[in-house]
């Protein structure tokens, strides 16, 4: 019966702090593209113009 009303009163306060995780993100909101993204792409699409050009010399 000791055992049981040490392990109640440690296990009860980390019970009542725990909270709820975090809501899920709404599928339906998509994430836009940045400037970051297109300075990216753009740099990659002008690296493999140079490299395919120096590729025919």
């Known amino acids: 019966m000791r ?3 040490l ?3 440690f296990l009860l306060p980390l019970m009542l702090i725990a909270q ?3 809501p899920p993100p709404d ?3 998509p ?3 940045t400037g970051v993204e297109i300075l990216l ?3 990659g699409l ?3 113009k140079r490299y395919k050009s120096a590729k025919k010399e």
């Open 3 to 5: 055992v049981l009303l």
């Open 46 to 48: 002008l690296g493999l």
């Open 31 to 33: 994430v836009p593209i």
């Open 20 to 22: 709820p995780g975090p």
């Open 27 to 29: 599928p339906g909101d």
């Open 7 to 9: 392990l109640i009163l």
């Open 41 to 43: 792409v753009a740099g």
